[in-house]
Nanobody, 127 residues
Framework: QVHLVVSGGGSLQAGGSRTPSCAVS????????MGWFRQAPGKEREGVASIDHHGSARYDDSVTGRFTISYDNAKRTLNLRMNSLKPEDTAMYYC?????????????????????WGQGTQVTVSS
């Protein structure tokens, strides 16, 4: 069982930056697909960004150019650098991961099944 622990949320004003992090416990398979999701009050959960062990990243259109996903293998930490934050970015942010013995390039995206989830961290952006 892989455990994910999220940290780094908070409240800030529009235009600011924040970098939530997700600490990943040890895992067996070296191939992975990891992602960030968010859920605003009264709305469905939506995917924000994904990254695989190739370093291939994908983003939802709403955050492209403002958010950057990265994974530090040595620290086993998934990060989401969020710049130019807007009030509509206000949500609970969750990290998620799935691990594979084999993972082809291009397979990892936000529509794939994720088997491990973090507990979420709240990000609130005021205008």
């Amino acid at each position: 069982q892989v455990h994910l622990v999220v940290s780094g949320g908070g409240s800030l004003q529009a235009g600011g930056s924040r970098t939530p992090s997700c600490a990943v416990s040890t895992y067996t398979y070296s191939k992975y697909c990891m992602g960030w999701f968010r859920q605003a009050p009264g709305k469905e959960r939506e995917g924000v960004a994904s990254i695989d062990h190739h370093g291939s990243a994908r983003y939802d259109d709403s955050v492209t150019g403002r958010f950057t996903i990265s994974y530090d293998n040595a620290k086993r930490t998934l990060n989401l650098r969020m710049n130019s934050l807007k009030p509509e970015d206000t949500a609970m942010y969750y990290c998620a991961a799935a691990f594979y013995s084999i993972l082809v390039l291009g397979y990892c995206d936000l529509s794939r099944p994720f088997t491990s989830w973090g507990q979420g961290t709240q990000v609130t952006v005021s205008s």
